[in-house]
């Protein structure tokens, strides 16, 4: 098995970190999209807006989570 370079491993450590932000980001996006629309419709205003925040920052930070245990685990073995 060949030995990446330096430059190798600074881009794919780039890589996964825009990957980890932008799937944490997409959580809370996506949280407070529907939280507005549910809003919208049921006229509800505010209160689903901030369930959708306060559920999606959850989920991206579950997921970020889970992404850095794999990633521990990677190394570790």
Known sequence: MSK?????QIAA???EGWLSGGSFLNSIIAGTL????????????????????????YTGFVH???????????VDH
């Not at 889970?66 to 521990?72: H, L, P, S």
């Open 34 to 57: 529907l939280g507005y629309l549910l809003d919208r419709w049921l006229d509800t205003t505010p209160w689903l807006v901030i369930t959708g925040v306060v559920l999606g920052s």
């Open 64 to 74: 970020l989570w889970r992404q850095i245990k794999q990633q521990d685990q990677t």
């Open 4 to 8: 990446q370079t330096t430059t190798s």
């Open 13 to 15: 450590a780039i890589d």
